[in-house]
């Protein structure tokens, strides 16, 4: 087999995470394939990834889940990646891949593409070989403030999830052996998980349980331990099914971000949306029209 020239390969099962981009027309209809490369030389077959946990993979902005078998062929320093086009809908706008040996699944490796595979795209290429970086643990402290209106403080169970430029985390339970989240309070929290890089958003969310479950939520600080960064996420909004929109769960976005909290803040824009007008000139040529769909991006 290609990943071995003594005899036959030891196979293992990989996890591979297809994260599709968030562009129109980002999803494809194509086979895609990935071929993995080992630090010693060896690679995997060519893997169709087929059987995903969605129904209909590769959609824009889906993550898609395959478990797959392939030649063991120990610490993973690359990837490529590319399909057939074929379909009706064949580019594809590829945001990342994550792989995990299940072997050793404490490990995994993130493959950053943020690019289109596509005949009528970009480069017009569809197939990429991009680099497999070790995803590292990243310790959080999360400082949570509960606000100071009356009823403010809630006996329900807390998630938060990270997302960042890297990835995101899962779901985590903020939990500590005190009582937590009550009236103009502040609750810290330590937590361990797979680093997401650069955090754009959070979600925060309670499960509405307790004989108090409604929440007013001031805001969120997420220091950064590794890097010595602090985030700030305000809030200012209940999380209760009896008030405001009666939902108990919100993405915040980060206000703020500091390194060592002694920095100028940098603010982090958040996605503002205006109207333009567009007056478009068409040439007086013979034949200068065209009954083509026509898009236009604006770069500021």
């Not at 769960?249 to 007008?277: G, W």
Request: aromatic letters at 10%; hydrophobic letters at 30%.
């Amino acid at each position: 087999m290609r990943a071995s020239l003594n005899g036959p390969s030891k196979m293992t099962s990989y996890e591979v995470i297809v994260y599709t981009g968030d562009k129109s027309g980002a999803g494809t209809d194509s086979k895609v394939y990935i071929t993995l490369f080992g630090n010693h030389g060896k690679q995997t077959e060519k893997i169709h990834l087929k059987n995903s946990n969605n129904k209909d993979p590769f959609e824009r902005n889906q993550t898609d889940i395959f478990h797959v078998q392939g030649d063991y062929i120990g610490e993973l320093i690359k990837l490529r990646v590319e399909h057939d086009n074929t379909g009706r809908s064949s580019g594809w706008f590829l945001d990342r891949i994550v792989v995990t040996d299940l072997n050793n699944p404490t490990t995994k490796y993130i493959a950053i593409c943020n690019k289109w595979l596509a005949k009528d795209e970009g480069d017009r290429q569809i197939s990429r070989e991009l680099i497999l970086n070790k995803q590292t643990n990243t310790r959080y402290k999360i400082t949570v403030c509960t606000g100071n209106k009356k009823g403010a403080g809630t006996d329900a169970d807390v998630f938060i999830t990270l997302y960042g430029n890297l990835g995101e985390t899962t779901a985590m339970k903020l939990d500590s052996k005190k009582k937590s989240f009550e009236t103009g309070q502040k609750d810290e929290f330590a937590i361990e998980s797979p680093t997401v890089g650069e955090i754009y958003q959070i979600l925060i969310a309670h499960n509405n349980k307790g004989s108090a479950p409604g929440w007013f939520l001031d805001r969120i600080l997420i220091e950064d331990l590794n890097k010595n960064h602090l985030y700030e996420f305000p809030c200012n909004r209940w999380l209760a099914k009896d008030e405001d929109d009666k939902q108990i769960s919100r993405v915040l976005f980060p206000k703020q971000s500091t390194d060592h909290m002694i920095e100028p803040a940098i603010p982090i824009f958040t996605h503002v949306v205006t109207s333009y007008e567009v007056i478009v000139y068409t040439g007086d040529k013979s034949g200068a029209g065209t009954d083509s769909k026509v898009y236009i991006t604006l770069f500021g």
